[in-house]
């Protein structure tokens, strides 16, 4: 009974990060109607320079998020403008032309980071040295809480309360602002909005911004509990597209519940099944889903 | 002797029923007009005829067979071959391999396939722009080679889905001469579903006028022109039906 | 298209002659290198598996992200009678096309369901599941231990052969294909599946087809893969980013839907990859070594950009280009 309570409590607090990280990719499916295969490599561009911040300018982790995510946004406004947005017009045999720009972008990054930071792992450490000065990591860091015979990692309590924080932010902008709506209404119909009066181009240019804003979040809140290596991306992009899958294309709602089951399949595989098994779980759900369920969950909470 | 029989044919899109028990024959060799206003449920006949759409109920025999639940292309194969209101060209492959991969239904051997592509395309007045890219025909010749590609399936039922439609003049009396051809020197039955009335009053042998799913007029050209429930439905959707006619 | 003319299925054109004869004397240029000679075998499977995943998205519309699925299965199908009972890899260059078709037939049931994004997902999937499985079931794969094989020559000259036969007869059967009923078929459902439908093209079936022989293809390159190297674990042959996203790649850089399309890009891929492995041949500094993938990676992104039609698909407006900028040169001097 502890064992499948701590597993579960794991489950849903990595559930909820990951849950940012589908709705960033579902976001962009929506509106740019492409499966962003360089989401995971986005998101690890914002765990280097989580871990560049600690490592050389001893900045907690968390505080990086104000400096990763105008960053990456930035950048991504820079991919989409230059890289994507141009190809929309072009004549090509394959109509996946966007698709494979980003596995191109993708592969851009992770050579990029190869190349800068070698191909060894890297995480938080402990102590890092500035100007001569040891300073400590942060002690909340290190610690769980214990409520009864369950621990909670802090760090991972501390990802799910800003996953949450974000998404509730990403619902206001997206409900109560004029530029939230245009992204809503060029989701449903590109034509209508354009008809509407909705400048659509910029739009989808700033929707890949958006969504990689939500990535860098990601990728900030998972440094402390994750490694960080090149080829981390793809790991990444999988788990993102399960998690969209599961959630429906395009929707947001669907996201937080694809994120949430992906969490809690890969926890409870990896206690009950094996712990190699653990991707393959999310694998074989999406799979299942995919053939059986081809609209996700939208179909049940029609968001 | 008929080649097509249409009995009670239905089709509902959810509450909507786009095609109410529409039951008619074409016989062989003839030319069938089909005309109804927009929206009346003709390119949705034409899309249950070749198993686009599945029937809600109804039969659909062709030859004394009965391919209401055949597929598409076994539909095809059949001998019931169409063209789209909306052309749909194999948009990079040259006019040529577009009229031959429509032959290939009928054709095993590459050399087969092209000969018959060649008469076709003569047929259809396309051999001079036979390796031209199917995307950069002009309309007038994207409307014929979708009646070519269908053709080199050797249909003997050709359904034709408003193929003169955008045409200038010269090129609507071009494509009634084309049209009249595949009837009388091919000998394959056509129905047409056409908006410009002079090409379906000079054509047709014999006239289906349906409005809102349901036959509402069947008989000569001349006699269903006059028909007061066709007038009605014209008129009610604010046509006016004498501009109509002389277009 | 090249539509119009049908070749005999050894009738070669003078191009294609020059470039099977130039395959065929290459490694014997390289005779003073084992290394460079392996190289020439690497490029020869590049080739096959750019053939097999071109046929399928090049020709028939259906781009797959996960062919390292047909890869791996086709390199454990000449792995694993060996691993349990003894028996020789070589084996594998039968059976390997034969598992790799019937696990591509269960695929084609599940994903050719699926539309657009779905597909791809669905395919990038199958492969990832594999390599997973294949990674945990020890019992039965040796994990991630991977298998080992005494290989049967040291020298390189036998396997080159083998494989630039494999190759070139692989680009003779798709020459032939895209000649024939079939390759019409696969294009026109590339184009326009509703229009192929109503053309009398059966467009699952074909797509299956389709499926099937690229299966065979990649199942042939796994297996040659294994009998070559002697090693395989499923990280290396059921890999998302080395085997499946580098085929596409290949396809793209050389030509979507041309024949010789990936020929070129594996050869272009190769040639980077040890341009700046080797720091320029060792003329440049020591770093440029470590940036050949961000090269090849530049490189996609540049080709899909201004070329989309690949090298060889845009082909004769790159040759427009050079003769234009020729004219320009001479008419200045």
Aim: hydrophobic share 50%.
């Amino acid at each position: 009974m502890e064992t499948f309570l701590q597993t579960l409590a794991s489950g849903i607090l990595i559930g909820g990060l990951y849950a940012i990280i589908g709705i960033g990719m579902t976001l962009i499916m929506g509106v740019l109607n492409i499966i962003n295969l360089a989401h995971g490599q986005i998101l690890m561009i914002s765990m280097y320079i989580t871990w560049v911040l600690w490592h050389y300018f001893g900045i907690d982790p968390y505080m990086s998020i104000f400096i990763t995510i105008p960053t990456v946004f930035l950048i991504a406004e820079g991919i989409s403008k230059y890289f994507l947005h141009p190809l929309i017009d072009k004549d090509s045999i394959l109509p996946e032309n966007q698709v494979l720009m980003t596995v191109g972008i993708g592969m851009v990054i992770m050579e990029l980071a190869r190349t800068i930071f070698t191909s060894d792992f890297k995480s938080i450490s402990p102590t890092t040295t500035l100007r001569g000065e040891k300073i400590d990591i942060p002690g909340y860091l290190q610690n769980s809480i214990h409520i009864a015979n369950i621990s909670i990692s802090i760090p991972l309590l501390i990802a799910f309360s800003i996953s949450i924080f974000l998404t509730l932010g990403l619902f206001l902008f997206l409900t109560k602002t004029d530029k939230g709506r245009s992204v809503r209404a060029t989701a449903q119909d590109k034509g209508a909005a354009a008809l509407m009066g909705i400048s659509t181009a910029k739009i989808t240019i700033l929707t890949y911004g958006i969504g990689s804003a939500l990535d860098a979040a990601a990728g900030s809140l998972l440094l402390p509990i994750y490694y960080l290596y090149p080829d981390v991306g793809p790991i990444f992009t999988v788990k993102a597209f399960v998690i969209t899958i599961l959630g429906g294309l395009g929707s947001t709602v669907g996201a937080i519940f694809g994120g949430l089951i992906l969490g809690l399949a890969e926890t409870f595989g990896a206690t009950y099944i094996s712990m190699g098994y653990k991707d393959a779980v999310g694998l074989i759900i999406f799979l299942l889903v995919l053939v059986f369920f081809p609209g996700g969950l939208k179909r049940f909470t029609k968001v | 002797m008929s080649i097509l029989e249409i009995d009670g044919l239905t089709k509902h899109f959810g509450g909507l029923t786009a095609v109410d028990h529409v039951s008619f024959e074409v016989q062989e060799g003839e030319i069938l007009g089909l005309i109804g206003p927009n929206g009346s449920g003709k390119t949705t006949l034409f899309n249950l005829i070749n198993s686009f759409y599945t029937v809600s109920s109804g039969k659909i025999i062709f030859n004394k067979q009965d391919i209401t639940h055949l597929k598409t292309n076994e539909i095809a194969k059949a001998g019931i071959g169409r063209t789209f209101q909306v052309v749909k060209p194999l948009k990079r492959l040259s006019v040529e391999d577009n009229v031959m991969a429509g032959a290939f239904a009928r054709e095993n051997s590459f050399s087969g396939a092209r000969e018959v592509a060649h008469e076709v395309l003569k047929f259809c007045h396309l051999d001079d722009y036979s390796q031209m890219k199917a995307d950069s025909l002009p309309i007038g010749g994207r409307k014929r080679l979708e009646i070519a590609k269908a053709l080199a399936t050797r249909p003997s039922l050709l359904l034709l889905d408003e193929t003169a439609a955008g045409l200038n003049p010269t090129e609507v009396v071009e494509a009634i001469q084309i049209m009249k051809n595949i009837r009388d020197e091919l000998g394959i039955t056509i129905i047409i579903v056409e908006h410009i009335m002079k090409v379906i009053m000079t054509i047709s042998d014999r006239i289906l006028a349906i409005a809102h799913g349901s036959t509402i007029a069947e008989g000569k050209p001349e006699i269903v022109a006059q028909d007061p429930a066709v007038i009605q439905a014209y008129l009610g959707s604010e046509f006016n039906i004498g501009d109509h006619f002389n277009a | 298209m090249t539509n119009n003319t049908q070749n005999g299925f050894f009738k070669l054109t003078k191009f294609e002659f020059t470039a099977i004869a130039i395959i065929m004397i290459s490694p014997l240029l390289f005779s003073w290198s084992m290394y460079f000679q392996g190289l020439l075998i690497i490029v020869m499977l590049w080739i096959i598996l750019g053939l097999s995943w071109n046929l399928m998205a090049g020709y028939t519309g259906q781009v797959s992200f996960g062919h390292a699925a047909f890869f791996g299965i086709g390199a454990y199908a000449a792995a694993l009678p060996y691993f349990h009972w003894r028996i020789s890899p070589w084996w594998g260059l039968i059976t390997g096309p034969i598992v790799a078709v019937a696990f591509g037939y269960f695929l084609g049931k599940l994903v050719f369901k699926l539309k657009g994004p779905y597909f791809a997902l669905g395919t990038l999937a199958s492969g990832e599941i594999l390599r997973i499985i294949f990674g945990e079931e020890e019992l039965i794969t040796n994990g991630h231990n991977g298998i080992f094989y005494m290989t049967t020559w040291t020298s390189k000259l036998p396997y080159f052969y083998i494989a630039a036969a494999l190759a070139i007869f692989s680009i003779l059967i798709i020459r032939k294909i895209i000649q024939s009923k079939l390759g019409f078929y696969f294009l026109s459902i590339r184009e326009d599946q509703d229009a192929a439908e109503a053309l009398g093209i059966d467009t699952v079936k074909y797509k299956n087809l389709s499926l099937a022989i690229s299966a065979a293809m990649a199942g042939v390159a796994g297996a040659f893969y294994m009998i070559y190297m002697g090693f395989i674990d499923p990280e290396v042959v059921f890999a998302l980013h080395n085997i499946s996203i580098i085929t596409i790649l290949v396809g793209i850089i050389g030509g979507v839907g041309t024949i010789w399309g990936p020929a070129v890009g594996a050869i272009v891929m190769i040639f980077i990859q040890e341009l700046f492995r080797s720091s320029l041949f060792g003329l440049g500094p020591e770093w440029l070594s470590r940036l050949h993938s961000l090269v090849f990676g530049a490189l996609v992104v540049l080709i899909i950009l201004y070329m989309a039609g690949g090298i060889v698909g845009d082909w004769p407006i790159i040759a427009n280009k050079i003769k234009s900028w020729k004219n320009k040169t001479e008419g200045q001097s």
